[in-house]
């Protein structure tokens, strides 16, 4: 009788190389929406994901395969938020609380764990295409979701609706978080919602 021996080692190399990957793109992603593209250095996410620089190869071809991982999954959690968000409401209260929790003081202050549009969009012409594709599906998908809480769904002007709300929240959140005023950012989020949710209801 032939028996099968199991490969435990090699598993196990496996699954700390997958899990050692995993945590340099969470601590890319939250540098990116940190300290934006340019101010996002190897040596510094390999340091923060407690690895050493020269270990950086083993899991990426370069930089900017880092970085479109990193956005992807800054995206991802964005996104992941505003569904569940989405699924557990009717259509017209999701819409609202996705838009309050996006507007929200919370959200100003939640850099890291914010928006990559908010924090990136600037950056994001001069990036590699990955990382720009990655920005378009997050958008799209973004779009979307604001598109199926509209009373209109189904008609073209849910879509362009939900296109000006996007606009309309990422820059509003943009210039609260801009702004050295905090009664000023704080008429910036509400100004912003009181144009949003009249119109959605």
Not at 25 to 36: F, N, P, Q, Y
Not at 102 to 112: D, I, K, N, Q
Not at 189 to 199: N, T, Y
Request: glycine fraction near 6%; proline fraction near 5%.
């Amino acid at each position: 009788m032939m028996i099968v021996m199991r490969n435990t080692k090699g598993t196990t190399r496996a699954a700390a190389k997958e899990e050692s990957h995993e945590r340099i793109v969470t601590a890319a992603a939250r540098a990116i929406r940190r300290s934006g593209y340019a101010g996002t250095g190897v040596a510094d996410i390999m340091k923060e994901a407690g690895l050493t620089h020269g270990a950086f190869y083993a899991h990426f071809e370069s930089r900017e395969a880092m970085l479109a991982e990193a956005v992807a999954q800054a995206c991802a959690e964005s996104s992941t938020l505003a569904a569940d968000m989405a699924s557990r409401l009717p259509p017209t209260q999701a819409l609202e609380s996705m838009l309050r929790a996006y507007l929200s003081p919370e959200h100003v202050a939640g850099v890291e764990q914010g928006c990559p549009l908010v924090a990136l969009g600037s950056e994001t012409p001069r990036q590699a295409p990955e990382v720009r594709s990655a920005t378009t599906r997050y958008v799209k998908a973004m779009v979307d979701l604001l598109a199926r809480q509209s009373p209109d769904w189904g008609q073209p002007e849910a879509h362009e609706q939900a296109l000006v709300g996007m606009a309309t929240m990422v820059g509003a959140l943009l210039l609260a978080r801009a702004v050295d005023d905090p009664a000023l950012s704080e008429r910036m989020r509400e100004s912003a919602l009181k144009h949003l949710l009249p119109a959605r209801r």
